[in-house]
């Protein structure tokens, strides 16, 4: 069975940086694509970013678009996300979430059924001076 675990967050000041870590088990990565979601105080979840299976395509918010990034590593069974130049409207829980997709599918960030993928617990990420 599948299971996620998110790791790095933290409280960081206004232009800081942060690294996401999201360790799956439990089953062959090579078969999942991953997303990033993060919910504020009040509000929905949203998601940050997603990547493929293949790790070929990315797909960003525009509120992340240039300042985070997304990758994998499968051989770690581990996938990342890279935040640069934070800011207060940052600060949420941030949840990794990985589905099974077909080989050539890339990933969305808007419209999903959230019972349709599997999620980790979360991670604090404040940032605030």
């Known amino acids: 069975q599948l299971q996620l675990m998110e790791s790095g967050g933290d409280l960081v000041e206004p232009g800081g940086s942060l690294r996401l870590s999201c360790a799956a088990s439990?089953?062959?990565?090579?078969?999942?694509?991953f997303g990033w979601f993060r919910q504020a105080p009040g509000k929905e979840r949203e998601g940050v970013s997603c990547i493929s299976r293949s790790g070929g395509y990315t797909n960003y918010a525009d509120s992340a678009e240039g300042r985070f990034t997304i990758s994998r590593d499968d051989a770690k069974n581990t996938v990342y996300l890279q935040m640069n130049s934070l800011k207060p409207e940052d600060t949420g829980v941030y949840f990794c979430a990985a589905q099974y997709s077909l080989p050539s599918s890339t990933c969305a960030l808007k419209g999903l059924a959230f019972s349709s993928w599997s999620w980790g617990q979360g991670t604090q990420v404040t940032v605030s001076s």
């Open positions: 439990g089953v062959n990565l090579n078969r999942l694509r």
